[in-house]
């Protein structure tokens, strides 16, 4: 899954990728606030940590400008601006969680976490995904009858972003969108190899092809 990081703090934006990246997330980084806002516009990202003091186009304007656009990742914003009132106008304005700087990179982390998996209607860490499979996305694991599976980090990020996806049909492109960073060379092969090598370790049956549409995970569609 990918996550945008807007913070023009070197020191701060290194740590949030270090941070971010060890749990299996793929971060872009950028330090000013109108490439912010264009790559929020124009390209996918499954949440959004944003700083309020950016350069050139300021954090609240980025999100207003994201939400007028229709634009619902889930963002969370990260501010030295730590008064009830400026609080209230980030959440007012769009944000859907709030940490005030200085701040600890696991609560950072795990709100990431909390944020994605409310996005996609998941309750807890803990997702079913059919044939005695549970993801855990606090524990970066899949397991089968409790036993773990040996998955590399990009065979557990496809599970996990199918996972979230439960039960719809996901097209290669919004894998390749959501799983590769952006100088990712884009070929939809490498989704293909990618689902054979988590087949092989899941078995054939819990990622179904669907024929010139995508990818489903927890469906018995054929």
Not at 72 to 80: G, H, K, Q
Request: aromatic letters at 6%.
């Amino acid at each position: 899954m990918r996550i945008l990081v807007a913070e023009d703090d070197l020191r701060i934006g290194k740590r949030l990728e270090a941070a971010l990246t060890a749990a299996g997330f793929v971060v872009e980084i950028e330090a000013d606030g109108e490439d912010a806002w264009h790559r929020g516009e124009t390209e996918e990202f499954d949440a959004v940590v944003l700083d309020l003091g950016l350069p050139a186009m300021d954090g609240l304007t980025v999100l207003k400008e994201w939400r007028r656009a229709g634009r619902n990742m889930p963002v969370l914003i990260l501010s030295a601006r730590g008064q009830w009132d400026e609080r209230v106008e980030g959440i007012e304005v769009g944000a859907d969680d709030y940490v005030v700087k200085p701040f600890r990179m696991e609560e950072v982390v795990a709100r990431i976490r909390a944020l994605i998996r409310r996005a996609a209607g998941q309750v807890t860490s803990r997702i079913e995904i059919g044939g005695g499979l549970v993801l855990d996305t606090r524990l970066m694991q899949v397991t089968r009858s409790g036993v773990p599976l040996p998955l590399t980090p990009q065979e557990y990020r496809l599970l996990a972003y199918l996972a979230h996806q439960k039960g719809r049909v996901v097209p290669q492109l919004e894998i390749v969108e959501h799983l590769y960073a952006q100088d990712f060379e884009r070929d939809s092969n490498s989704v293909e190899v990618l689902v054979g090598r988590v087949r092989r370790r899941i078995g054939p049956d819990i990622i179904k092809t669907r024929r010139g549409f995508g990818y489903v995970l927890g469906s018995d569609e054929a």
